[in-house]
């Protein structure tokens, strides 16, 4: 069965203190790892799709990788509006998106 | 502007009534989605499309019904028999045979008191 997870469940940086939240997978096949931000009552909204392991990707303070097994969301010196929950998902190559729960970002002033 | 639209924003209805939700985007995208989100989870897909005229069940498509008679719009109806109707709402689109970037609408909260 495809399944993503992620890790922490909840994070709480200070301002400057970088981190990296963590979303591992295990799909049949996958065509692309996304990322996603969601604030509270709002649609998620597109960050980043890595296609292929070694990949790397980067906006702003934030940057994504991927591995085979999993895919990392740096965040670099993170500011309070950075603050959501980060979504990731796998897309496979039958054609479904696999999500995990997320993980919720409070930054700290 | 491009994008998706998803309305009503909040929707209240009683127990036994069924209701619809709108999706309608302007991204010229083929494949639609409808995902729920409970607190603490991730989302759950109800029903997809990859086509007009076309849809496949999700992981939890008992109690939804949707139509895909036009490109633009996939509305989803929560029927009376959906045991736990109460939840965030989420349509989505993709084009397909790309990037498969998945965009997603702003939402509707249905409460069924």
């Known amino acids: 069965e495809d399944q993503v997870t992620q890790s922490p469940e909840a994070l709480r940086l200070q301002e400057g203190e970088s981190s990296s939240l963590n979303c591992s997978y295990t799909?049949?096949?996958?065509?692309?790892l996304f990322w996603y931000r969601q604030d509270p009552g709002k649609g998620p909204e597109f960050l980043f799709t890595?296609?292929?392991a070694g990949e790397e990707k980067e906006k702003e303070r934030l940057k994504a990788t991927l591995t085979k097994k999993e895919s990392f969301l740096h965040i670099t010196a993170p500011k309070p509006e950075d603050s959501a929950t980060y979504l990731c998902a796998a897309f496979t190559y039958g054609q479904n998106f696999v999500f995990g729960p997320g993980t919720r970002l409070s930054v700290l002033p | 502007d491009g994008g998706i639209t998803q309305s009503p924003k909040y929707l209240f209805r009683k127990e036994g009534q069924n209701v619809t939700l709108s999706c309608e985007q302007n991204l010229n995208h083929d494949a639609m989605y409808w995902y729920r989100q409970d607190p603490g989870q991730g989302l759950r897909l109800i029903y997809y499309s990859q086509i007009v005229n076309d849809f496949q069940k999700g992981d939890i498509a008992e109690g939804y019904s949707v139509s895909r008679e036009k490109k633009e719009s996939f509305p989803l109806t929560v029927t009376s028999a959906q045991k736990n109707p109460t939840a965030f709402y989420l349509c989505?689109?993709?084009?397909?045979?790309?990037?498969?970037?998945?965009?997603f609408g702003p939402g509707t909260r249905l409460t069924v008191t």
């Open positions: 799909v049949s096949g996958l065509r692309g």
């Open positions: 890595l296609y292929s």
């Open positions: 989505a689109s993709t084009q397909t045979g790309g990037s498969y970037e998945q965009y």
